[in-house]
């Protein structure tokens, strides 16, 4: 998501400074955008490093977070998740940065069990389907909500699942990995997407706009889980699903994926929080975003699927 920011942002001709933790640059953005970054190495743990990065600035985009649904990770995920965005948020008070855009998560609303219609007036709560990475999100939005009553100027957008061309290994873009592995099974769960472009392309927009005290969820379309599995797979030419995973079969499909990683060494394509919202239905209203820019529309996510699908065939990572 970061990537895709920096790359809004320097094709909008606005300078821009980041922070990042290596060398390692995304193999996925072109160089000759990432070469008009202004690079400060440091970490949301590393409040030296924030201190430095945001001298001089007057808006701050925090898209920094760990995504895992692994419970091996959720220590990391919590500190960073957390205590990073109270850290990012307590520098930008301190240095009294004008506006601030914080990256959260349509986990960070809980899903619904019943299959209503998720809106930014959504409370949050507890609930057996929100997983450790939901309930750091919400925990982080806490900061940033401390944060305005404080006086930060703050707008808080809530993605779905994103969608894209990226790193295969990571975070939701292993979603076309597993298609592309052939992974055999499909739920009747429902879930919300989003082109990983547009969300940059909004992030961007409110940048640029004097709004404050704002949520605005941003999702494409809802689409079943069966329906973007098999469309990821016609886009690479692979097998579709075809093993329906009820609830109980889905716990055998996570202990199997379990088994197969204590032996390979390799992350799970399937854990037991990622099977669990599988199995969920919820659907999520991008109107008040629409309503807001009038002028935006999301790219269709059959469009989406095709064009990312495209990038990975030409730069295939290892499986």
């Not at 160089?31 to 970490?43: M, N």
């Amino acid at each position: 998501m970061g990537s895709y920011i920096l790359k809004e942002l320097v094709e909008k001709g606005i300078p821009v400074r980041s922070i990042r933790r290596n060398h390692i640059l995304p193999f996925f953005i072109p160089a000759s955008v990432l070469d008009q970054v202004h690079w400060i190495e440091g970490d949301v743990l590393d409040l030296v490093g924030l201190e430095a990065c945001m001298e001089g600035v007057d808006t701050i985009i925090h898209s920094a977070a760990k995504v895992s649904f692994n419970d091996n990770e959720r220590r990391d995920m919590f500190k960073v998740n957390i205590e990073g965005t109270a850290n990012v948020v307590n520098i930008a008070l301190e240095k009294n940065i004008q506006h601030f855009i914080h990256v959260s998560s349509v986990a960070a609303l809980g899903r619904k069990t019943n299959g209503a219609i998720v809106t930014e007036e959504k409370k949050w709560e507890d609930s057996k389907v929100n997983t450790n990475y939901a309930i750091s999100k919400y925990q982080a939005e806490m900061e940033v909500w401390r944060g305005m009553g404080e006086g930060l100027q703050a707008v808080i957008v809530n993605p779905s699942t994103l969608l894209g061309y990226g790193n295969w290994n990571t975070s939701s873009c292993t979603i076309f990995k597993t298609a592309y592995k052939e992974f055999p099974w499909f739920t009747s769960g429902i879930n919300g997407f989003v082109d990983v472009e547009d969300v940059a392309k909004v992030i961007v927009l409110l940048a640029q706009k004097n709004i404050g005290g704002e949520r605005f969820i941003l999702n494409g379309d809802n689409w079943a889980f069966k329906q973007l599995l098999t469309t990821i797979a016609d886009g690479f030419g692979k097998k579709h699903p075809s093993r329906h995973a009820i609830p109980a079969l889905g716990g055998i499909a996570w202990r199997i994926e379990k088994l197969k990683s204590l032996f390979s060494g390799k992350p799970p394509l399937l854990t037991r929080e990622s099977a669990r919202v599988a199995q969920s239905k919820t659907y999520f209203d991008n109107g008040k975003i629409l309503r807001f820019f009038p002028e935006f529309s999301f790219t269709p996510l059959q469009l989406t699927i095709s064009k990312a699908c495209e990038n990975y065939l030409r730069n295939i990572q290892p499986v």
